[in-house]
């Protein structure tokens, strides 16, 4: 059992002697106890886990749940993965990871911890496998409309590493590296090590490039709210996060801080190790309050499985700290795509006192097509989870849209066409008078509209009947013209 799981206290009820309540009560009218089954979002994974991979079987909890192990122990090329798997996996496993790796945008980097909550019973059909491990059987073509960095954050980026594409808001990439690569990541342009295909873009922790940063910060006083973003704000040495913290709190135009970190979702047990990264965090959320500014947290969770009994204690102790964090999930086909999936993730989240912000629709990504959902299958899911629980514990589902248009509620397209898979959004107070497009993944399409996008022509005729379809919409709505993005 992992050793520093703390007891859940009791509640009102439970462990009463039965004789107490009888005594106290009309036993007549009771009704008979019914069986206390634990709700399934409150049952955290508390097992050894680890110990079914072999390389990992001696290792006790003590030591494997500490960020120093899992920082140690990441596997980065398919020898580690045979190494550390051992006949968990057939020699066919790892050559289809190996063919898959040759046609991804990231590299390989994956956490023990991940590696062991993995079922490697059916790795195939595993989410948290399916993520982290490409596998070349599973891949499919890349959509016609491809682009790579396809929310054009560059085309946004007044300086090296700050996108400012939103009025009040700007995104401060401090590091390009991760404690793990996920296949899907939006920003493979510059994310983690060079791949095959990929030459990244550098933008490494550096004191003079955010001094850049900090100065056109304070240079536009429309600005209010920096995300402090990677790569990964858990690869930040923790004088830097404190430092990156104290000098945005500093300036007098800035109001919210969030750093983006992937870390409580893959490697939580730094929360509870790494006592100077965490105190570093906890004295600049303190100095915001202070200051009567906000400063939080936002991750990253996909699955149930990724949260744990570790997790749970590690967010107790942000929780003790008055730490906020909020979630921002990505939708992805064989994933999270289920009603009961995406109910249960959002249950157990708010279970551990993360806040479910966004669930984003899989952005076009090379690569990783096999990993996209239709928007239809995104609208059908997003019924069943408003509703589930609180309000402010449902996330809002967003399309983030290709060419700058920033985030838009997935209901707020000015036309969509569920045939040809293409729908249209406009960005009024980011991009006025722009127009963009999200393409559903060909495969979620009928094979007459799949042979339909195989032609450029035939292409170019299905994008301009969505803008016409839009614009028809929009001139009903607002008796406007607009012009393509
Ligand atoms: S942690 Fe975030 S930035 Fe890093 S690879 Fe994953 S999605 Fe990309």
């Not at 921002?328 to 109910?343: C, E, G, K, Y």
């Not at 669930?359 to 239809?376: C, I, K, N, Q, W």
């Not at 983030?400 to 397209?413: I, L, N, P, Q, V």
Request: one cysteine or more.
């Amino acid at each position: 059992m992992y050793m520093n799981h703390v007891p859940l206290p009791v509640e009102p009820g439970y462990g009463v002697p039965a004789n107490d309540i009888a005594g106290q009560f009309d036993t007549q009218h009771v009704d008979p106890p019914r069986a206390r089954t634990v709700p399934e979002h409150r049952n955290l994974r508390n097992d050894d886990f680890w110990r079914r991979i072999p390389a990992f079987a001696r290792i006790p909890a003590s030591e494997f749940h500490t960020h120093v192990f899992q920082a140690r122990h990441s596997i980065t090329n398919t020898g580690q993965l045979r190494q550390t798997l051992g006949h968990l996996a057939p020699d066919s496993f790892y050559q289809d990871i190996d063919a898959g790796l040759k046609h991804a945008p990231m590299a390989l980097r994956i956490s023990p911890y991940l590696l062991s909550l993995i079922d490697w019973a059916d790795p195939h059909s595993d989410p948290i496998r399916t993520q982290f491990l490409p596998l070349r059987s599973q891949q499919a073509p890349d959509h016609p409309m491809l682009q790579f960095d396809s929310l054009n954050e560059r085309g946004d980026s007044p300086v090296p590493g700050l996108t400012h594409r939103y009025p009040d808001k700007a995104l401060f990439i401090a590091i390009d590296s991760c404690p793990v690569y996920c296949r899907f990541c939006t920003r493979s342009y510059a994310v983690g090590n060079d791949t095959e295909g990929v030459e990244k873009l550098k933008l490494h922790a550096n004191l003079q490039r955010w001094e850049t940063m900090f100065e056109y910060i304070a240079s536009r006083p429309e600005l209010e709210d920096i995300v402090v973003s990677g790569g990964d704000t858990y690869n930040l040495r923790s004088e830097h996060l404190r430092l990156i913290g104290e000098r945005l709190l500093r300036l007098p135009n800035i109001r919210r801080i969030r750093y983006a970190t992937k870390g409580l979702a893959v490697m939580p047990q730094k929360i509870l190790t790494d006592h100077a990264w965490t105190d570093a965090l906890t004295e600049v959320v303190n100095l915001g309050r202070r200051m009567h500014k906000d400063v939080v947290v936002h991750t990253h969770f996909n699955h149930p499985h990724e949260i744990t009994q570790v997790t749970h204690d590690a967010m107790n102790r942000l929780t003790e700290r008055g730490i906020t964090v909020r979630c921002q999930t990505v939708l992805q086909r064989n994933v999270n795509d289920s009603p009961a999936t995406m109910q249960l993730l959002v249950r157990r989240l708010s279970y551990v006192n993360i806040h479910p912000y966004y669930v984003y629709f899989h952005d076009l990504a090379p690569g990783v097509e096999d990993l996209r959902t239709s928007l239809a299958a995104g609208l059908h899911l997003e019924k069943h989870v408003r509703g589930h629980t609180a309000g402010f514990n449902t996330p809002s589902f967003v399309v983030d849209t290709m060419g700058g248009g920033g985030k838009r509620d997935c209901h707020s397209f000015e036309y969509y066409n569920r045939e040809t898979g293409i729908a249209v959004f406009t960005s009024p107070s980011v991009k006025p008078g722009a127009r963009f497009l999200y393409f559903d993944p060909l495969l979620s399409l009928h094979p007459d509209a799949q042979a339909r996008w195989k032609h450029e022509a035939e292409r170019r005729v299905m994008i301009e009947e969505a803008c016409q379809g839009a614009e028809g919409s929009a001139m009903i709505r607002h008796g406007n013209t607009m012009r393509t993005h």
